[in-house]
């Protein structure tokens, strides 16, 4: 399960993956009670690598607390915080079922233009790049969103760095979040974590 004291709320940490009607795929949203997820973690050497039944694999070395869920009405996968003592900064895969007719371009549009909502919103950079062997849209943003603590939900200001992808009609954002006095202390391991991605 997603820790409560340290998950950003679903619809923050998903922001980038609500697609509008035009390309959530219908069937998807019409279950009323979804298949889970299934999910396994092998670990070789000093790494473990995380693979899930959405299509994907992360590896990550073993020594990092994880979350993972198998409920396929919740997007995001996997979180792998990253530091030993520290779970403000982490490196998620979050996944969305798409209209067969949806391109990169819409789903990088769409989800840009929803974080834009986020108080203190600030634009970084983006830049089209690839990921897991694909053409895939990377962003770089702050903003204030709301994250919940324990039973309380507090505004915070987090730097992300997200990159959108697609593959067999399924939308992926590999995200890095930390506190913007965090990020490049542990961007490095962030960008290992996130290059580690591929379909499988």
């Known amino acids: 399960m997603i820790k409560k004291a340290v998950a950003i709320i679903v619809l923050v940490m998903v922001a980038s993956l609500s697609v509008a009607g035009c390309t959530v795929n219908p069937s998807s949203t019409s279950s009323p009670t979804p298949t889970p997820i299934a999910s ?6 000093n790494n473990t690598t995380f693979s899930s039944a959405a299509g994907f694999n992360i590896t990550y070395p073993k020594t990092l607390k994880t979350d993972s869920t198998t409920n396929a009405s919740v997007q995001a996968r996997v979180f792998v915080y990253l530091g030993t003592n ?28 929803q974080i834009n909502d986020f108080p203190n919103y600030q634009l970084i950079s ?35 760095m997200q990159t959108y992808v697609i593959n067999n009609n399924k939308g992926y954002v590999v995200s890095y979040k930390a506190i913007p006095s965090d990020y490049n202390t542990y961007l490095a391991q962030a960008q290992q974590i996130m290059n580690s991605f591929k379909f499988n």
Do not use: H, M, R
């Not at 403000?88 to 209209?99: C, G, K, Q």
């Open 40 to 45: 396994k973690e092998t670990v070789i050497g």
């Open 86 to 113: 520290n779970t403000s900064a982490a490196v998620s895969v979050a996944t969305e079922d798409l209209d067969p007719n949806a391109t990169l371009t819409d789903f990088a549009k769409f989800n840009v233009a």
């Open 126 to 160: 983006n830049q089209s790049t690839t990921l897991g062997g694909k053409p895939a849209y990377n962003v770089v943003w702050q903003a204030s969103v709301p994250v919940q603590v324990d039973t309380t939900v507090q505004n915070t200001q987090l730097k992300f």
